[in-house]
């Protein structure tokens, strides 16, 4: 459940939502389309950008700031988390491999068996595109579980939970086992005319950087999935 409308929330940009706030973090819902970070090319457009205005409530000379934690694909929507401090940037990082990240994907087809990982070394080429090698001195181990939720069609809703964090890792993984995420423009295939990426970061579950309590926070999947697989849920 998401929580009311607080000050200085009219800073925020249509479909950035707040889920949870506190003295050290801020975990929002970024909408489909909009960066973690500024690029060359875009500045503004950015979850960080938006949630530094939101802190300072508007006034650009506020010592207030917000920490990247980590990142979200443009295409990619979901649960975002930013440290408010320094100190609370480097626990969250420095627990980052006890921190339980859960996705839900509709990919293309049925999968063969109703659960699996998929184990690999990824790539980034010189046109900022991942592959897969076996060579696992060139590439970065990437281990990715699955389970299937729902089954509709020519589509898989899948639960995907993240066991290491590499670049456009569940869309490169899901392409190589023949089932690529639903609207995917790099690494699906062609004729997919969905409107956007199906893949949301669904939910995160980590130590409170300064109380140590274990925190669990949802975002809901996108009712657009819903055009691909129907209503469902994940467990």
Same mark, same amino acid.
């Given at each position: 459940? *998401?929580?009311?409308? @607080?000050?200085?929330?009219? +800073?925020?940009?249509?479909?950035? +939502?707040? &889920? +949870?706030?506190? *003295?050290?973090? &801020?975990?929002?819902?970024?909408?489909?389309?909009?960066?973690?970070? /500024?690029?060359?090319?875009?500045?503004? *457009?950015?979850?960080?950008?938006?949630?530094?205005?939101?802190? *300072?409530?508007?006034?650009?000379?506020?010592?207030?700031?917000?920490? &990247?934690? +980590? @990142?979200?694909?443009?295409?990619?929507?979901?649960?975002?988390?930013?440290?408010?401090?320094?100190? /609370?940037?480097?626990?969250?990082?420095?627990?980052?491999?006890?921190?339980?990240k859960i996705y839900a994907a509709v990919v293309h087809g049925q999968m063969d068996k109703p659960s699996g990982t998929v184990i690999s070394h990824l790539v980034e080429s010189g046109v900022h595109k991942v592959y897969s090698t076996r060579d696992a001195r060139l590439g970065k181990l990437a281990q990715t579980a699955w389970t299937v939720v729902k089954e509709k069609g020519g589509y898989s809703l899948l639960r995907i939970e993240l066991l290491t964090g590499r670049k456009h890792q569940i869309r490169v993984q899901m392409a190589d086992l023949g089932h690529p995420v639903a609207g995917d423009r790099k690494y699906g295939g062609k004729g997919d005319n969905f409107s956007r990426l199906a893949l949301h970061a669904a939910s995160i579950s980590f130590a409170h950087p300064f109380s140590g309590q274990r925190m669990t926070l949802e975002a809901p999947m996108p009712t657009i999935f819903a055009q691909l697989v129907g209503r469902a849920q994940l467990p």
């Open positions: 459940m *998401r929580e009311q409308a @607080r000050p200085g929330s009219r +800073h925020l940009p249509p479909g950035l +939502h707040i &889920i +949870h706030e506190d *003295r050290d973090i &801020i975990v929002v819902d970024k909408p489909a389309g909009m960066l973690t970070m /500024a690029t060359e090319a875009e500045k503004t *457009r950015t979850a960080y950008y938006a949630l530094t205005d939101y802190v *300072r409530k508007g006034n650009a000379k506020s010592r207030y700031r917000i920490f &990247i934690v +980590h @990142r979200l694909d443009r295409e990619t929507s979901g649960i975002l988390l930013f440290a408010k401090t320094e100190a /609370a940037k480097r626990t969250l990082q420095d627990q980052w491999e006890d921190t339980t």
